[in-house]
């Protein structure tokens, strides 16, 4: 299989950067502690000598459940590293306690106080604002398309962004290699919501394939039952591996 992401910057005049990845501008970021809410963490923190972590499971190379049954992940990894930081801060022992959390709830997980810290990513829309506090970006991000090696030339083309030399890059031809194509992408994700607007932009005929894991939509691309699968490149990049 084959990861593809477009170089060119985001517009409508690149036609393939709406829909053909690569140019989301956006970073993944740590989450903190909800809104309004950092110094009432902290004190809780501070009496109960207990920082909850909240990491995906299946969320590589971010954060996942390792063999052993453990966190681990880059997220996670940072996520240590404040907790060590903060131990030191308020002079006293700190316990990491790691919690399991959903995609589809991680930043309720952290509104409602169930956990302190989210060690994973996210894009810091202004609905999310509402709920949650977010940390600078820990990670530049971006939506990648995973596609078979022997996939057609014309759809590897679009979606790396190599249009045939001397031949014009009208909306319409993008949209005509793209049309009655299975898009693949994990439910409810940063990418599916993207994907969703591509489709409308460029109105395509075109099925998505909601899934529930990355693993899933590598197994779909394999076997053909779908044409492209959308994720977080970083993430896709190793699913493939």
């Known amino acids: 299989m084959q990861l593809v992401r477009s170089g060119r910057p985001c517009g409508r005049r690149g036609a393939l950067a709406r829909l053909a990845a690569g140019c989301l501008a956006s970073s993944v970021l740590l989450l903190?502690?909800?809104?309004?809410?950092?110094a009432a963490t902290l004190d809780r923190v501070r009496e109960t000598?207990?920082?909850?972590?909240?990491?995906?499971?299946?969320?590589?190379?971010f954060s996942y459940r390792d063999e052993s049954g453990k966190p681990a992940g880059y997220a996670v990894a940072l996520c240590e590293r404040i907790a060590t930081d903060l131990q030191q801060k308020l002079g006293k022992p700190l316990r990491s306690?790691?919690?399991?959390?959903?995609?589809?709830?991680?930043?309720?997980?952290?509104?409602?106080g169930n956990v302190d810290l989210l060690c994973g990513g996210g894009t810091p829309t202004l609905e999310l604002r509402e709920k949650v506090s977010f940390s600078i970006p820990i990670f530049p991000g971006g939506v990648g398309a995973l596609i078979r090696n022997d996939?057609?030339?014309r759809l590897r083309a679009v979606l790396a962004g190599e249009p045939k030399p001397f031949e014009p890059r009208w909306?319409?031809?993008?949209?005509?290699?793209?049309?009655?194509?299975?898009?693949?992408?994990?439910a409810k994700s940063r990418a599916a919501v993207w994907l969703q607007h591509a489709?409308?932009?460029?109105?395509?005929?075109?099925?998505?394939d909601p899934i529930d894991s990355f693993d899933v939509g590598v197994d779909r691309?394999?076997?053909?039952?779908?044409?492209?699968?959308f994720a977080d490149r970083e993430i896709l990049l190793d699913a493939v591996r």
């Open 97 to 112: 306690e790691f919690i399991a959390v959903e995609a589809e709830t991680r930043f309720d997980a952290v509104r409602d």
């Open 32 to 38: 903190v502690t909800g809104a309004g809410a950092s």
């Open 151 to 153: 996939a057609p030339a």
């Open 199 to 208: 489709i409308d932009d460029f109105d395509l005929t075109a099925t998505i």
């Open 221 to 229: 691309v394999a076997s053909r039952r779908a044409d492209v699968m």
């Open 171 to 186: 909306r319409a031809s993008l949209g005509q290699v793209m049309q009655k194509r299975t898009f693949a992408v994990v």
């Open 49 to 61: 000598g207990v920082l909850r972590l909240g990491y995906l499971t299946a969320a590589r190379p």
